[in-house]
């Protein structure tokens, strides 16, 4: 939907890079006030690392608001995206899910799952039309097993991908954590 960011609203995001086939995605929830609020999904291929950074800096910026992006060792880019954003923005962090203290890839996903069903995160529009068509069919396909290791392992429905879904897992873990301004 076409429209901007809210006054006195607070704006989180999440930053899923495309790696060989897939895309990049940022996602932006309106953490406050709560219910907190899907607003704004981008996606686009592939491109340029100074594209890519310039694209998501800019949603950023119109949103003002604070973002994570995956960072675990091995599933560069991310392990030096955080840095690279340093001169464009500074509130992005990486989310390491072998170290973000206690909590792994699993408890993100979980996060989410528990956000949407106790209604926490909205995703606008309804079932016939959502407003994120993208999201909705990510979201649909989208499953997630916990491996007898304890990792999580996600995957996609059948010819889909899962970066949407992805951004979303992070905006909703930023988004639980991030203070309410209102008291």
Partial sequence: ???GPGPGAVYTAGVDLAHTEDWTVVVVVRAKPRPSRVVHVERFGRAPWGTTKARI????KRWNADALTDATPGGA???VTVEAFRPEWTRIEGFDSRTQAG???EDALANLAIMLEQEELVLPGTDREPAFPVLAQELAGFNYEILPSG???ATAGHNLCDDTVMGLVYAAWK???TRNPYG
């Avoid at 800096?57 to 950023?60: I, S």
């Fill in 77 to 79: 880019p991310g392990e």
């Fill in 57 to 60: 800096a800019e949603v950023l």
């Fill in 151 to 153: 990792r999580a392992r």
């Fill in 103 to 105: 909590a792994g890839r």
């Fill in 1 to 3: 939907p076409p429209f």
């Fill in 175 to 177: 988004a639980k954590r």
